[in-house]
């Protein structure tokens, strides 16, 4: 018992620590015939599971239940009364069980895309706020440990593949803070306007891009052309961060760090 337990905690930490959604499902109270009597499982979005609280038609009754928790981002209680056999219920002589489904607050992903100044002094302050950060830059020299010691993996190379590769949810927040509005490698060229097209059908929470409204203007015109949807341009948060007036690279990570708090408390 105490080995299940322990995984089931130590798969939710890690379930936390990648920022992916999952919720812990608990009995909290069983009477009468009742597959266990007291138990947690995990439950990730996509169904899989850690633990167990019984198996059979209950259990998954209840996976459905966490996933729909999760998707709506509420914990919830639940009560059955274990009597339908068609269910796979264990009959009429079946108990009642109550349990507690939590919804795990996902910790949030920061992408930073761009490991200039700005990027530097974002993943610091990011990384005071608990953020998970992920920092990509065609530059191998850009992303180095010490250049970003805070963060959780600093990805070189195509950064348009590593976008495409990289797992985004409605808890990824991407900060495009890149150089001229392009990246730049031994002639390999990506664009800003190449990111926001692999973002279009990604369920991230935010996008930020830095540059004056000439520049942004002329990189959504491009956008455009390649197929970017509106809906998603108008999403955009352009100049990047809230206007507080700053001007130096600390100034500018304070001032995306506070838009992207407004942005998750609903304030925006």
Do not use: N
């Amino acid at each position: 018992m105490f080995g299940e337990i322990a995984r089931v905690y130590e798969a939710a930490l890690e379930a936390i620590r990648r920022g992916e959604s999952a919720a812990m499902a608990t009995i909290i109270e069983a009477k009468g015939s009742t597959p266990r009597d007291s138990a947690k499982m995990l439950v990730y979005a996509d169904g899989r599971t850690v633990g167990t609280i019984g198996g059979g038609g209950v259990e998954a009754r209840v996976v459905e239940e966490a996933r729909a928790a999760i998707a709506e981002g509420k914990s919830r209680e639940l009560d059955y009364s274990l009597v339908d056999t068609g269910r796979g219920d264990p009959g009429v002589c079946g108990g009642d069980m109550r349990l507690f489904v939590e919804v795990l607050a996902a910790r949030p992903t920061l992408l930073i895309l761009g490991g200039g100044h700005v990027g530097q002094a974002a993943a610091e302050m990011a990384g005071l706020l608990g953020y998970r950060t992920v920092v990509m830059d065609e530059r191998p020299e850009m992303v180095t440990v010490e250049r970003f010691p805070q963060a959780e993996a600093r990805l070189s190379g195509d950064v348009a593949q590593r976008v495409a590769d990289l797992a985004l949810t409605r808890h990824t927040y991407v900060v495009m803070v890149t150089p001229h509005h392009a990246l730049e490698d031994a002639g390999r060229h990506t664009s800003d306007e190449e990111i926001l097209a692999l973002l279009a059908d990604r369920p991230v929470a935010y996008i930020g891009l830095i540059g004056s409204r000439r520049r942004t203007a002329l990189t959504f015109e491009r956008a455009r052309e390649a197929g970017v949807p509106e809906s998603l341009l108008e999403r955009i948060h352009t100049p990047i961060g809230l206007d507080i007036g700053a001007e130096t690279p600390k100034e500018i990570a304070v001032s995306i760090l506070a838009e992207i708090i407004a942005a998750q408390r609903g304030r925006l």
